[in-house]
């Protein structure tokens, strides 16, 4: 069963429950900035409703003050304005220029690049000296992002993942952001002997290798090759550049699919669509990958020659839009029927759960957990992609995924989901770290986590409040790129939609 899609939703007819969640908020992040204790690091995830900290990566903190700032941008209540921009000059710093992580559009854009766009769309005050801080710290953190780069055996490469030269995260769509962000400010990457690299080859080349072998399109790839699945990782032989295999870290198995990956796929490439729709055809086409595979046929997309060839603008945009609605249906084909998903399609208990994807979630189910982080993750996507469709003409496959995002947002921003007692810090309950691990926290008497938030989910959680209420107002579409170059304008959302 797929999800039920809503389609008497609008923007403003969501902006009681907007309004209210906004109001929770504010003092989540009061809450946070009051108590938190610096020298522990960086606040991750809830236990027992307060934030807790966990080292892997450091790649939550942009998150925290990221959140200050929507608050601003959606409220104009200039404290958090304050909290968001003197963290970011204070503790920022070292995420710019951070060579052992592939976050850096999770920590940077989420506060440099915030701080940037509100001052370019006038929210905050223009101040030339601020603005070209603002702009050098994007444009260092989308060069040391791109150096992080391994060649593949097709020519083309990838931006690795922490874990090392062989990994390829589908997680890191999001985090191309920052390469996007920096060449539009006109930043390169200098190699040896002065060479300069462009970021946007880097960024087409790594958004091409994760549509090729992170995301499955029912071509006979495997005996598990479900049209829009995905897979955590890919693992590469560094040797050669040759690909070897499938992989998860936070999913139950390569050969299932976590769903906040999945998540992590519908939204950037729906953003990276946004952002090529602003470039012309030979920015694009300059910068396409050469992308051909020469291993010996023998099925499946990843044993045959591939027709992009440098200069195809239409193929990279091609392969980009193909990525983003593959994942976007498999995702609306196995979330449960209010939209959110459970947090793996393959998770080991889901046997035990009857037929859990024809009824709407249950967080406090005994078996597995759902993960509302990766719903709200979703949503974003759904709604970017019936966007760049509809400015394309595609009207229907528009609203079907413009109406979805709207489906899951519903959802979302009520209870159960969301957090309205004042002594819990969080505000997207339910949302899912490390169920492999076993990070995250379970109730005494219950079998699962539930009833915890997280960095991440809270924080997309108020981007798409944002996102959904700036069409409410009929306000300039919040784009993470040069809002100035944006195509939708300020009535991004139909009023077929909206009456």
């Not at 939550?60 to 104009?76: N, V």
């Not at 503790?91 to 850096?104: I, R």
């Not at 791109?146 to 995260?169: E, V």
């Not at 709604?383 to 009207?395: E, Q």
Request: proline residues 4%; positive net charge.
């Amino acid at each position: 069963m797929a999800i039920r899609i809503d389609h008497r939703l609008a923007a403003h007819k969501l902006l009681p429950k907007i309004n209210r969640f906004f109001d929770l908020s504010a003092a989540k992040i009061l809450s946070l900035e009051k108590t938190w204790d610096s020298s522990k690091g960086t606040p991750v995830f809830t236990v027992k409703g307060n934030y807790t900290s966990r080292g892997w990566t450091e790649w939550t903190q942009g998150f925290q003050f990221g959140s200050a700032l929507l608050q601003f941008d959606a409220t104009g209540e200039k404290q958090f304005l304050q909290i968001g921009r003197n963290k970011t000059v204070q503790l920022m710093a070292t995420h710019v220029s951070h060579v052992g992580v592939h976050d850096h559009g999770f920590n940077n854009i989420s506060t440099y690049g915030n701080l940037w766009r509100l001052m370019r769309e006038g929210k905050i005050p223009l101040n030339e000296y601020e603005n070209n801080f603002y702009e050098l710290a994007l444009k260092v953190s989308g060069a040391v992002q791109a150096a992080r780069w391994t060649q593949i055996a097709d020519g083309a490469g990838y931006i690795y993942s922490f874990n090392g030269p062989h990994s390829l995260f589908v997680d890191t769509l999001r985090s191309l952001r920052s390469l996007a962000v920096a060449h539009q400010l006109g930043q390169v990457l200098m190699g040896e002997r002065d060479q300069k690299i462009s970021l946007l080859q880097r960024l087409i080349q790594h958004a091409q290798a994760t549509a090729r072998y992170n995301i499955y399109y029912g071509e006979g790839r495997d005996a598990y090759d479900v049209p829009g699945r995905t897979a955590h990782e890919s693992i590469f032989n560094v040797n050669d550049g040759s690909y070897r295999c499938p992989s998860s870290q936070q999913g139950y198995s390569p050969r299932s699919t976590w769903t906040r990956g999945l998540a992590w796929a519908i939204l950037g490439y729906a953003e990276q669509l946004e952002f090529l729709n602003t470039l012309t055809d030979e920015e694009v086409g300059s910068a396409a990958a050469v992308a051909r595979v020469s291993s010996p046929p023998r099925r499946g997309p990843l044993n045959r020659e591939y027709s992009l060839t440098t200069g195809d603008a239409a193929a990279t945009r091609f392969s980009f839009l193909r990525a983003a609605t593959a994942t976007a249906d498999f995702y609306l084909a196995n979330c449960c029927t209010d939209g959110v998903p459970m947090w793996d399609t393959g998770a080991p208990n889901l046997h035990r759960m009857g037929r859990c994807l024809n009824k709407p979630s249950n967080p406090f189910n005994r078996w597995e957990p759902v993960d509302s982080s990766a719903a709200a993750i979703a949503a974003q996507g759904l709604i970017h992609l019936g966007n760049y469709l509809s400015s394309k003409g595609d009207r229907n496959n528009a609203a079907r995924y413009r109406q979805a995002g709207l489906t899951v947002a519903n959802t979302l921003f009520e209870e159960p989901y969301l957090s309205v007692s004042s002594r819990h810090q969080g505000l997207l309950l339910h949302s899912v770290y490390h169920q492999p691990n076993g990070w995250d926290y379970i109730a005494p008497g219950n079998k699962v986590p539930n009833g915890e938030s997280s960095m991440w989910g809270d924080y997309h959680a108020r981007e798409l409040a944002l996102l959904i209420l700036r069409a409410a107002r009929n306000e300039t579409y919040p784009a993470f790129f040069s809002e100035v170059r944006a195509k939708h304008g300020r009535d991004f959302f139909d009023h077929s939609a909206q009456t």
